[in-house]
Every structure is written in C-alpha cells, then in structure tokens.
C-alpha cells in the first residue's frame, strides 16, 4: 500500500527559482528517504533524514521533517535545467521491516531555462 | 560502490508467455534485495523482498514469484504473463539501519 502522499503532483519552474515538494505519510516511521528518477531510469537516492532529526541539507537541497505532523518538505534551491525529474519521499518503518520502503506517488518537477 | 545491473532493459512479450528478468550486485555482499513494479506515472510497489539466499518475502499476491539462487542474485519469474503484468520493474539492494536503497536502472516490460 502507499502510505505517502505527494503535493503537488506536478510543478513546473524557470530556472533560478526554488522548488518545494511536500511529503505526508500515515504511521510512524525510523526514516523518511528522498529520491529521483529520471524518466525511464531507476531511482537515485538523494537524502536520508532521521525521525530524530527536524532538517538536513545536501548541497542545494534541504529536507524538512515534522514527525508530530506526519509530513516532510524537499526543497530544492536555484533550481537547474538538469534538475527535471521526479522525486519521490520514502518511509522505513523501521523495527522488522527489513528496510523495505514505502513510496509516495511522487512529484513531477519541470525547470525551464 | 553498490552497482545494480537488471536485463534486459526493455522485454515485449504475449499474454501466456514466461518471464524471468535478472537482477545481479555488484560492490557488496549479503544485502536485502527488493523488487518493485512501477506503473506509468505512479509510486513503486513493493512485490517481492529477500534478506538471504533462499529467503523470499512476497508482498502482494500475483502472478509473479521471486528467487535468490545466489547471495548477489535475485529473479523474478512469471509461468505465464497477464496484461495486468505490464509494467517498470525496478531491482533494489540496501540494508537495514538507516541505509539508503540503491536501484538498477528496470526492465520495462510489455505485455501484448
């Protein structure tokens, strides 16, 4: 089942401009993961953000958790052209979940030059 | 570093027909394996994971069955292909603790 759920669904920016995507998901978790693909191709891990952790950066992104909310926010900054993709948040339950995640529908980004 | 190799990269087959993709690793040992099938313009879906050679855990039940012959090796197999089979298959290794999955790059398959 998919527990996350990502807003919006799509988002188109010029490049230079920010983009921010959002994460909601229903239980609790020991991690929530970014990822992005690019169409056609596997995903690509991007950041790995604790439940013990509020924020976390990596290079031109930052990734927000509020584990009282159930949600998490990708924000990715002075976005590029390259930068078109989709990217998807993922959770791990932790526990005896054998590290399997669960993915969200993901978001569409478009940045045009 | 983890590399992930799937084959083939794209598979066209009839209704009926047997599958088996491969997915190998290169770069680690004793991983957790992972498929997942991801239709157009969705989320994955987890089917099938395994923690060692021999073990498999099935998530969704289907048309579908796993193997892990070998500790870097995992299979996924079908006796005879439904149109609802259609679809991006992608393989995953990773760990447990806090680690990030790494995928290959999927098979899309077709079924006509």
């Known amino acids: 089942s998919q527990q996350g759920e990502e807003d919006p669904q799509a988002l188109s920016i010029q490049e230079g401009e920010n983009a921010t995507m959002n994460c909601s998901y229903k239980t609790s978790i020991n991690n929530l993961q970014w990822y992005r693909q690019n169409s056609g191709r596997g995903l690509v891990h991007l950041i790995l953000i604790r439940s013990n952790e509020r924020e976390k950066h990596s290079g031109r992104l930052r990734v927000t958790l509020d584990t009282s909310k159930k949600s998490s926010s990708l924000l990715i900054t002075a976005s590029r052209a390259a930068d078109t993709a989709s990217y998807f948040c993922a959770t791990d339950a932790g526990g005896t979940s054998y590290g399997k995640l669960t993915f969200g529908q993901g978001t569409i980004l478009t940045v045009h030059p | 570093s983890q590399t992930i190799h799937q084959w083939p990269a794209t598979l066209v087959q009839p209704v009926g027909s047997p599958l088996s993709l491969e997915c190998t690793v290169e770069g680690t040992s004793n991983p957790n394996l992972y498929w997942y099938r991801q239709a157009a313009g969705r989320g994955l879906q987890l089917l099938f994971y395994?923690?060692?050679?021999?073990?498999i855990s099935s998530e969704v039940p289907q048309n579908l069955s796993a193997s892990r012959p070998q500790d870097r090796q995992f299979i996924l197999s079908s006796k005879k292909l439904l149109l609802s089979d259609s679809g991006f298959y992608l393989c995953?290794?990773?760990?447990?603790?806090?680690?990030?999955?790494?995928f290959g790059n999927g098979t899309r398959l077709t079924v006509t």
């Open positions: 395994s923690v060692g050679i021999g073990q």
């Open positions: 995953a290794s990773g760990y447990l603790d806090n680690s990030p999955l790494h």
